[in-house]
T-cell receptor, first 112, second 113 residues
Framework: DAKTTQPTSMDCAEGRAANLPCNHSTISGNEYVYWYRQIHSQGPQYIIHGLKNNETNEMASLIITEDRKSSTLILPHATLRDTAVYYCIVRVEGTGGFKTIFGAGTRLFVKA | KAGVTQTPRYLIKTRGQQVTLSCSPISGHRSVSWYQQTPGQGLQFLFEYFSETQRNKGNFPGRFSGRQFSNSRSEMNVSTLELGDSALYLC????????????FGSGTRLTVV
């Protein structure tokens, strides 16, 4: 199964862009990269996902390298409420379906 | 529209007992996945159900089982509870296509004493 590697923790100043990297060097051609975040014991919240192209929505931007072996989640103007654990995951096709493999995630601290 | 609903929110059980957790997916979603989250192991995939059939299974012992009903609601059962089963159990629903992500519920916090 494709796995992901992320830094354990990162700091970011409020109002600045937060850039969270992720390595997924064993990703297959049809596997999507997803980003979720989890705020203290709540269920993970979907942020964004992509296959090959860069993606942007109201929450964030996702930059995927051309070889698809790594990606970066960008929160353009981080706020204190963005403090959370961010998971970069790939959805792996299993026998007739898919399963999502979570790594340890990056704990992002946004500081005033 | 209503999100993913998990019941109960909190549960305390004794070692050796069994427990059943419930998950109601978003209306129209046919895929339900279950995850166990512990401080030491993080989020670990348990199994996924789609249209009442288990499609994928993680690396958990047979004490962990699940099922899905015709209305897509799902239950997971843990028999012969161990202290190490104390965790946050999360359910996530999806349309079932790889393009669409999961929507998670708030989880059931199980404590085994």
């Amino acid at each position: 199964d494709a796995k992901t590697t992320q830094p354990t923790s990162m700091d970011c100043a409020e109002g600045r862009a937060a850039n969270l990297p992720c390595n997924h060097s064993t990703i297959s051609g049809n596997e999507y990269v997803y980003w979720y975040r989890q705020i203290h014991s709540q269920g993970p919240q979907y942020i964004i996902h992509g296959l090959k192209n860069n993606e942007t929505n109201e929450m964030a931007s996702l930059i995927i390298t051309e070889d698809r072996k790594s990606s970066t989640l960008i929160l353009p103007h981080a706020t204190l409420r963005d403090t959370a654990v961010y998971y970069c995951i790939v959805r792996v096709e299993g026998t007739g379906g898919f399963k999502t493999i979570f790594g340890a995630g990056t704990r992002l601290f946004v500081k005033a | 529209k209503a999100g993913v609903t998990q019941t109960p929110r909190y549960l305390i059980k004794t070692r050796g007992q069994q427990v059943t957790l419930s998950c109601s997916p978003i209306s129209g979603h046919r895929s339900v996945s279950w995850y166990q989250q512990t401080p030491g192991q993080g989020l670990q995939f348990l199994f996924e159900y789609f249209s009442e059939t288990q499609r994928n299974k993680g690396n958990f012992p047979g004490r962990f089982s699940g099922r899905q009903f015709s209305n897509s609601r799902s239950e997971m059962n843990v028999s012969t509870l161990e202290l190490g089963d104390s965790a946050l159990y999360l359910c996530a629903s999806s349309s079932g296509h790889v393009y669409y992500g999961y929507t998670f519920g708030s989880g059931t916090r199980l404590t085994v004493v």
